[in-house]
């Protein structure tokens, strides 16, 4: 009887297959400094006083509402069809789809409302009194202006920049998410409580995983060689950079407030 040959592994010349290094750039995110910070060590770890949810809330919140106009930089700046398509399907996602109600910043500040209500607190977590009376940090300004600037920088660079936002913000928002999640019990009916989160589900559901895709196939449009790919890498560690800086001071000035 006749009997198949075989080679041992081995001895087999097993070549990988090809890695983007697109992809692989964005998966670096998560060992990053912008997921892993004072922020949400305290966020994830404790209940808060209000005052110091509201400094979360005020330089959070003025991230949240300059990210469409930032992101419209980065639309206007490319003459690329494809990237406008894909990063115009992300804006259009953050305007809640064309209903006001469905904003995803006017979905923060409704959380953030009911849970102050909860708190025993209704005026401390209402955005129109956090906007007047908590400043907004220094590191947050950088983040928003860094973001403008790396935006409407070439293509490359801007394109890397929101591979960084797109592929950190699943477990942001995930991260944002444990931490809200701490104050469940202050809510009677849990149907309530979760019904009051809609803003941490609108992006942990599908929203996030497809700006993540929109967020990669818009930066592979830009990367067609080397100098460009350097590019992309510059944008994307900028853009983290600059959020490992805002989450940090956040969550110090956080610490450091004092409750009332």
Partial sequence: MNSIATVPLSNLDIVPPALDPIETLARTVYTSG??????????TSTM?????????????????????????????????????????????SEMGYGQVDKVHSVLFDAWLAE????????????????????????????????????????NATG????????????????????????????WDNEDEFHEACEYFYAHIGATEKEHKIESLNGARQFHVD??????????????LDLFANFWNATGRAMQAAQPH
């Fill in 48 to 92: 808060l006083y209000p005052r110091q949810i509201a400094i979360f809330a005020r330089n959070y919140g003025e991230f949240n509402r300059a990210f469409p106009e930032v992101l419209s930089v980065m639309i206007s700046n490319t003459r690329n069809v494809e990237a406008r398509t894909e990063y115009a399907k992300t804006l259009f």
């Fill in 159 to 186: 394109s890397g920049a929101q591979l960084a936002l797109e592929w950190q913000a699943y477990t942001m928002l995930r991260q944002l998410y444990d931490g809200a999640s701490l104050y469940k019990r202050f």
């Fill in 226 to 239: 080397e100098a460009s790919r350097l590019a992309i890498e510059e944008g994307f560690t900028q853009h």
């Fill in 115 to 154: 849970l102050g209500k909860k708190l025993g607190a209704p005026d401390a977590l209402i955005w129109e009194n956090i906007e007047r009376d908590v400043p907004v940090l220094p590191e947050t300004i950088a983040l928003i202006e860094g973001e403008k600037r790396l935006y409407s920088a070439d």
């Fill in 34 to 43: 912008a997921l892993h910070n004072d922020f949400y060590e305290l966020w």
